[in-house]
């Protein structure tokens, strides 16, 4: 069976699309290693939390009038809920993600498996990257960045996919070691960012292409809160990321604050979560 996938059908900022985005359920969820500087694996974590508020995120997805795909959770990949790394989809193919620490490199092939059988064009990785973790799409151009997870020949590997524009960003704030934690996409021209998460060519690059950008406060950024899903108009943001949701409204854009918690233990938020699936 061929995978139905979105769309983007923007014709203005500010419209809402109906994404198809694919997540798994935090059922083995836990802190049991520590490989950025969120997760702390002496402190107690509650998995049944975990799944309580995914579920919330899952439910304001299902409501907003999204398909959501689910993944099979695998014992022992306690990350695998984190479903934006475990690939990058569009056009129809799908490049998979070859993941830097070895605590989560299975997740790849796991990742990739369930693409092919939603009958995409599965493309193997030959340089280490993290899928949407460090891949957004912003109208026709790729943002992607390096610095902790993925490679920079990466860069090239994907623009050699999709022959679209990919612009190299540089990620220099260990906290925010992924582009989605530390830019968000709001909509085909519109982005928000953090600037300390980056270095000096990576934002005279930012400001000169999205002079317009929302630029975020460090007091939401440490709640993850550019880490965020949109579909043009509703944006699905981080409960406590207030300035940002009033940023947000005062654009005319929709902000919708979730609870994922106990899922920012391991250094994850709502982008996180989500992989979106594009034809």
């Given at each position: 069976m061929t995978l139905e996938t979105s769309v983007n059908t923007h014709t203005h900022p500010g419209q809402a699309t109906r994404p198809t985005v694919l997540m798994c359920r935090p059922e083995h969820f836990t802190v049991s290693y520590r490989i950025n500087p969120w997760m702390h694996p002496e402190d107690p974590t509650d998995t049944s939390l975990a799944v309580k508020q995914w579920t919330t995120l899952y439910n304001t997805y299902?409501?907003?009038?999204?398909?959501?795909?689910?993944?099979?959770?695998?014992?022992?990949?306690?990350?695998?809920?984190?479903?934006?790394?475990?690939?990058?989809?569009?056009?129809?193919?799908?490049?998979?993600?070859?993941?830097?620490?070895?605590?989560?490199?299975?997740?790849?092939p796991a990742y990739m498996e369930w693409f092919r059988a939603q009958g995409l064009d599965v493309r193997e990785p030959e340089s280490t990257n993290e899928g949407e973790g460090d891949f957004l799409l912003v109208g026709d151009t790729i943002l992607a960045a390096s610095g902790f997870r993925s490679d920079t020949s990466s860069h090239q590997e994907i623009a050699n996919i999709y022959s679209r524009e990919v612009v190299?960003?540089?990620?220099?704030?260990?906290?925010?070691?992924h582009l989605d934690t530390a830019l968000a996409v709001i909509d085909e021209?519109?982005?928000?960012?953090?600037?300390?998460?980056?270095?000096?060519a990576s934002l005279s690059i930012l400001r000169e292409r999205?002079?317009?950008?929302?630029?975020?406060?460090?007091?939401?950024?440490?709640?993850?809160?550019?880490?965020?899903?949109?579909d043009g108009h509703n944006v699905v943001i981080a409960e406590r990321a207030t300035t940002f949701a009033r940023d947000l409204a005062d654009r005319g854009y929709n902000p919708i604050g979730v609870d994922l918690s106990e899922l920012l233990l391991g250094g994850g938020g709502v982008k996180c979560c989500t992989l979106e699936l594009r034809a």
């Open positions: 299902v409501d907003l009038g999204f398909t959501v795909h689910l993944i099979e959770s695998i014992p022992g990949l306690p990350d695998m809920v984190y479903a934006a790394n475990g690939g990058f989809v569009l056009d129809g193919i799908a490049y998979g993600a070859q993941f830097h620490y070895p605590e989560r490199q299975p997740e790849g190299s960003l540089q990620l220099v704030n260990p906290s925010y070691y021209t519109t982005i928000a960012y953090l600037p300390s998460a980056f270095d000096e999205y002079p317009e950008a929302i630029i975020a406060t460090e007091e939401d950024a440490a709640f993850l809160g550019l880490n965020s899903f949109s």
